[in-house]
């Protein structure tokens, strides 16, 4: 990647290293709640209220910067020349780890019991092949963001002629699914996230312009008046507004950091951005085996009082090396083991282009 899109890579690795601590705490926390006191009560409701503060700041800048990163493809490249990697690539990675996911997860449920799923809630829960092939359809796994990224795309390749026109409506539904959602969680968050994908397919170039001649410093007023106007409708739960102006301020942040400190394509968020999809696909799986280890610690009450404190504080961080180290590796061996036939579709199912 050259220099100039380091800073992109950066952020693609901030997300998804805050979407491994987001399922570190949902897995962990949540489970334990009821049966701490004191101190350590407040520190697992620190983590479990800052992650769902950090909602607006996690997904809708990932998929600005995917639906950025595919803008030629959206209006240069013909169907021909993008399908297989933008469509077909996607979904082989999609439908084989959301199988591995089902299979190892619910053997780890089996051999490490001590939390009750319901079946319906997750693919990588379901008790029978028709569950799991429902919830797959409906976006109702872990691995949502990839089911997105092909009916984004699909979309946005659609559409993009009429962007203006379907650009307000995307952001009218992207806000009536938080007052009269679907059944289906994993498809209200694909919903409640077009807006940020388009915004970046169709618009991405002249905003990521805009934002590199924007300087912050010498008009606030306006930003801190549109901050106050999005936290207002944050609190009313409206966030689009405080996450497309959380898009361009991380987009600034990362940028001008560059700019001033440089960048390497060795530097610790770039290696993680280079290597989003491993991490994304894998992490799940540890990250259930190491919250029904540590829950089942509690349960049993095997800790001293300090030691449980000390989890309870650093668990996420902890959590978050060891599925970083996990996707990393696995990228690795599949290339040498497979030809990378974990994360790239097998040549002989799609057509060379």
């Avoid at 968020?269 to 919250?291: D, K, M, Q």
Wanted: a positive charge; one cysteine or more.
């Amino acid at each position: 990647m050259k220099n100039k899109q380091l800073w992109i890579n950066q952020i693609k690795g901030m997300c998804i290293c805050l979407v491994v601590i987001y399922h570190s705490v949902i897995t962990f926390y949540p489970h334990i709640l009821p049966q701490l006191t004191g101190n350590a009560t407040y520190l697992a409701k620190l983590w479990v209220y800052g992650n769902l503060y950090l909602a607006p700041f996690r997904m809708p800048v990932f998929f600005f910067i995917s639906g950025f990163l595919i803008t030629r493809y959206t209006d240069q490249v013909p169907w021909r020349g993008c399908i297989n990697k933008r469509v077909w690539n996607i979904a082989w990675v999609l439908v084989l780890w959301g199988v591995i996911q089902w299979l190892l997860i619910s053997h780890i449920n089996q051999w490490i019991p001590g939390v009750e799923h319901n079946p319906a809630s997750n693919a990588a829960y379901a008790e029978t092949l028709g569950q799991f092939a429902f919830s797959m359809l409906t976006a109702g796994t872990s691995l949502w963001y990839l089911y997105a990224l092909v009916i984004y795309f699909i979309g946005c390749k659609l559409l993009h002629r009429y962007k203006n026109l379907v650009f307000p409506l995307l952001i009218l539904v992207s806000v009536g699914i938080n007052f009269l959602p679907t059944p289906f969680w994993g498809m209200n968050s694909v919903i409640r996230n077009m807006p940020y994908y388009a915004m970046g397919a169709w618009f991405g170039s002249q905003l990521v312009e805009m934002m590199k001649l924007w300087q912050v410093m010498k008009r606030p007023l306006p930003l801190i008046a549109a901050l106050v106007v999005a936290l207002a409708l944050y609190f009313k739960n409206v966030n689009l507004p405080l996450s497309m102006l959380s898009i361009l301020l991380i987009m600034k942040c990362f940028f001008t950091m560059e700019q001033k400190f440089g960048s390497s394509p060795n530097s610790l968020f770039n290696v993680i951005g280079s290597n989003t999809i491993a991490i994304y696909t894998t992490h799940r799986i540890l990250v259930e085996a190491l919250s029904l280890v540590v829950i089942g610690m509690f349960n049993q009450h095997r800790l001293s009082s300090g030691v449980e404190i000390a989890i309870l504080l650093c668990y996420p961080l902890f959590s978050l090396g060891l599925c970083t180290l996990l996707g990393l590796v696995m990228r690795r061996l599949s290339k040498i083991a497979t030809g990378d036939l974990l994360f790239t579709p097998p040549r002989g199912l799609v057509a060379e282009r």
